[in-house]
């Protein structure tokens, strides 16, 4: 990771300059604040840095692609990426990828969002970067660069020329026990987070939703692990399918889960319960209502005396 270059480069090409040339002008409405969380990822004519705004990050999140392959093993029902479709670049180019990051995060710190259209009408508050994520179209602990792509996003930070930024890694946990993840995780402060994803009770329920190549049992060890070490937050989507939500009886299994993790020591400050509310391929998956989301973040709640909160 060359710092001199990325600094020079920032000095000699403002984000503008880089990326409006580009971009093709098209006829862009703008988002209403109630409707703005269930956009999709806006790529900026980036290859490996976008931003959404994001319920769950309160704002505007940054995100980093690490899968540009679309790299995942799980195939969940209410996935938004298009994997049918070929795109440009097989891995993440960290070099390119930290020069990205750095002139994105100043744009938007300087209000670029809000320049664009589609954002115009939208709080400014709510354009502000809140962290950067390492997700993207594919599980991000897949990455064969990942503990070279987490200190490139450090080493951004550490240049100062942006407001310190909290780094939060979204993931479906299959990978956490890699030596390359638990390298890359070295560099995570207390203040940034990992995201860990437990959407199911029952393997039947995950099978049905996640689709994954691993057992429940395989996710809920990882995260185990990972908890005990440092605070995880849960990340629990529950989309409706052909109209349903699951059963009582899987939202039982699933707080019984998360308390068979506080009772080992799991540290979970916090269990987040959303649905679906991104355009998806699968026409069958749909978005919960939110009293059955209360419904189910109560239950957690009753259950494990977590904190849960609705988005």
Not at 13 to 21: A, D, S
Not at 280 to 287: F, I, L, N, R, V
């Amino acid at each position: 990771m060359n710092l001199l270059a990325i600094q020079s480069m920032s000095q000699t090409m403002t984000y503008q300059e880089r990326v409006e040339p580009r971009r093709q002008p098209r006829p862009v409405r703008a988002l209403r604040v109630d409707t703005a969380f269930g956009c999709p990822r806006d790529p900026l004519n980036n290859r490996f840095v976008y931003i959404t705004l994001s319920s769950r990050a309160r704002g505007l999140s940054v995100g980093v692609n690490l899968n540009p392959d679309k790299r995942c093993n799980f195939d969940c029902v209410y996935c938004e990426v298009n994997r049918g479709k070929a795109e440009r670049d097989a891995q993440v180019d960290v070099d390119v990828m930290a020069e990205e990051l750095l002139q994105t995060l100043r744009w938007a710190h300087d209000g670029g969002v809000k320049e664009l259209p589609r954002y115009s009408q939208l709080p400014a508050e709510l354009l502000r970067p809140r962290h950067v994520a390492l997700s993207g179209d594919g599980e991000p602990t897949q990455c064969a660069a990942f503990a070279e792509a987490v200190q490139a996003v450090v080493h951004v930070r550490a240049v100062g020329s942006v407001p310190v930024f909290k780094m939060v890694l979204i993931t479906n946990t299959t990978g956490l026990n890699r030596p390359a993840v638990q390298e890359g995780l070295k560099y995570f402060t207390s203040r940034d987070e990992v995201w860990a994803k437990l959407e199911a009770g029952t393997q039947a329920y995950m099978d049905k939703i996640n689709r994954p190549g691993v057992s429940l049992e395989s996710i809920q060890s990882n995260i185990l692990s990972l908890a005990q070490q440092r605070p995880v937050i849960i990340q629990s989507l529950f989309p409706a399918v052909n109209g349903e939500g699951p059963s009582d009886e899987e939202i039982t299994q699933y707080a019984l889960r998360l308390k068979e993790l506080k009772d080992h020591g799991a540290q979970i400050p916090l269990v987040q319960i959303y649905s679906a509310t991104r355009p998806t391929p699968h026409s069958e998956c749909g978005h919960l209502p939110l009293m059955a989301l209360s419904r189910i973040a109560q239950a957690v709640t009753q259950t494990t005396g977590l904190k849960a909160e609705v988005f």
